[in-house]
């Protein structure tokens, strides 16, 4: 009888001992299972990201190359007819290549140094008047906690007062500056009237769309980070208009018109976290040739 029972439990002892050992074991292959799981959502998650990744950067290629494109696009459009394919006449149907046009005449000449030193004189004044507006629009944002928007204005009247020094203390060699005595070869229209200009006026006119660009696109992240309505005209950089103008070569009210074209497209764009106008590259930001080009509008004097 003793016999018996021992050998029953010893048959129970074995039992529960198997049913342990079997347990361990699938609990064990579950939490294998489950780690394995988990290295494989890992390695998953890695490869998303760097297909993404892979993504962007071709992305960026096919922006670079396509910004490329419209360059060299934009240089043919300014060269006159044949000029690639080996024929070099200059524009007007004249024997002289872009960029070694005749001088003009010295009268000529002479009015448009007197002009351009009227032009400095009413700039100047234009300076001395902006800085306590300036002064009052930073106190302006600071009350309405617009600090995004605050630090960006600063850096903008930080670059007009670098500009103001460099007028005063400027001396300005005219009878050495190629603008004054070549000819014009483009024609342009603002709000319905025609003007000329030559290549050195074109480059300025360029570079007031691709400025106005860059400072929209600053100014529309700036209301975007501060929660504020989307607003271009009501930036102070667009009512200015004046960043990165010289004094030189254009009028003030040319560079500040192309100014706000490039501002209002690169505003948008940086509202809404875009590049539908532009492209950014190592932290600058630049409008698409084509779209430069559209804006300019420029026409060969022929």
Same mark, same amino acid.
């Given at each position: 009888?003793?016999?018996?029972?021992?050998?029953?439990?010893?048959?129970?002892?074995?039992?529960?001992?198997?049913?342990?050992?079997?347990?361990?074991?699938?609990?064990?292959? #579950?939490? !294998? +299972? @489950?780690?394995?799981?988990? %290295? /494989?959502?890992?390695?998953? =998650?890695?490869? &998303?990201?760097?297909? $993404? *990744?892979?993504?962007?950067?071709?992305?960026?290629?096919?922006?670079?190359?396509?910004?490329?494109?419209?360059?060299?696009?934009?240089?043919?459009?300014?060269?006159?007819?044949?000029?690639?394919?080996?024929?070099?006449?200059?524009?007007?149907?004249?024997?002289?290549?872009?960029?070694?046009?005749?001088?003009?005449?010295? #009268?000529? !000449? +002479? @009015?448009?140094?007197?002009? %351009? /030193?009227?032009?400095?004189? =009413?700039?100047? &004044?234009?300076?001395? $008047? *902006?800085?306590?507006?300036?002064?009052?629009?930073?106190?302006?944002?600071?009350?309405?906690?617009?600090?995004?928007?605050?630090?960006?204005?600063?850096?903008?009247?930080?670059?007009?007062?670098?500009?103001?020094?460099?007028?005063?203390?400027?001396?300005?060699?005219?009878?050495?500056?190629?603008?004054?005595?070549?000819?014009?070869?483009?024609?342009?229209?603002?709000?319905?009237?025609?003007?000329?200009?030559? =290549?050195?006026?074109?480059?300025?006119?360029? *570079?007031?769309?691709?400025?106005?660009?860059?400072?929209?696109?600053?100014?529309?992240?700036?209301?975007?980070?501060?929660?504020?309505?989307?607003?271009?005209?009501?930036?102070?950089?667009?009512?200015?208009?004046?960043?990165?103008?010289?004094?030189?070569?254009?009028?003030?009210?040319?560079?500040?018109?192309?100014?706000?074209?490039?501002?209002?497209?690169?505003?948008?764009?940086?509202?809404?976290?875009?590049? =539908?106008?532009?492209?950014?590259?190592?932290?600058?930001?630049?409008?698409?040739?084509?779209?430069?080009?559209?804006?300019?509008?420029?026409?060969?004097?022929?």
């Amino acid at each position: 009888m003793r016999v018996t029972i021992l050998n029953r439990i010893v048959l129970v002892a074995a039992i529960v001992t198997v049913s342990l050992v079997g347990m361990s074991i699938l609990t064990n292959a #579950q939490e !294998q +299972q @489950q780690q394995d799981q988990k %290295q /494989q959502d890992k390695n998953k =998650q890695k490869d &998303q990201k760097q297909g $993404q *990744q892979q993504d962007k950067n071709k992305q960026k290629q096919q922006d670079q190359i396509k910004l490329q494109q419209q360059q060299a696009l934009q240089q043919k459009q300014d060269q006159p007819p044949g000029w690639d394919q080996g024929k070099k006449v200059g524009w007007g149907n004249g024997n002289v290549p872009p960029g070694q046009q005749g001088r003009l005449p010295q #009268q000529r !000449q +002479q @009015q448009l140094i007197v002009q %351009q /030193q009227q032009q400095l004189a =009413q700039y100047r &004044q234009y300076l001395d $008047q *902006q800085q306590h507006l300036a002064e009052q629009r930073a106190v302006q944002l600071q009350q309405q906690k617009r600090m995004a928007q605050y630090r960006y204005q600063q850096q903008y009247f930080e670059r007009m007062r670098q500009q103001q020094t460099r007028l005063q203390t400027a001396q300005h060699d005219y009878s050495n500056d190629p603008y004054y005595y070549t000819a014009p070869i483009y024609r342009y229209n603002r709000s319905g009237s025609y003007y000329e200009t030559n =290549q050195y006026g074109a480059d300025q006119l360029r *570079q007031a769309v691709n400025n106005g660009y860059e400072q929209g696109f600053r100014s529309g992240q700036a209301d975007l980070q501060d929660r504020w309505d989307a607003n271009y005209q009501g930036s102070y950089a667009y009512q200015d208009a004046n960043y990165g103008y010289g004094g030189y070569y254009v009028s003030q009210a040319d560079y500040n018109y192309y100014f706000r074209e490039g501002f209002r497209r690169g505003y948008e764009d940086g509202y809404n976290s875009r590049t =539908q106008y532009g492209s950014q590259s190592n932290g600058s930001y630049s409008i698409l040739a084509a779209i430069l080009s559209q804006i300019v509008n420029l026409q060969s004097l022929r």
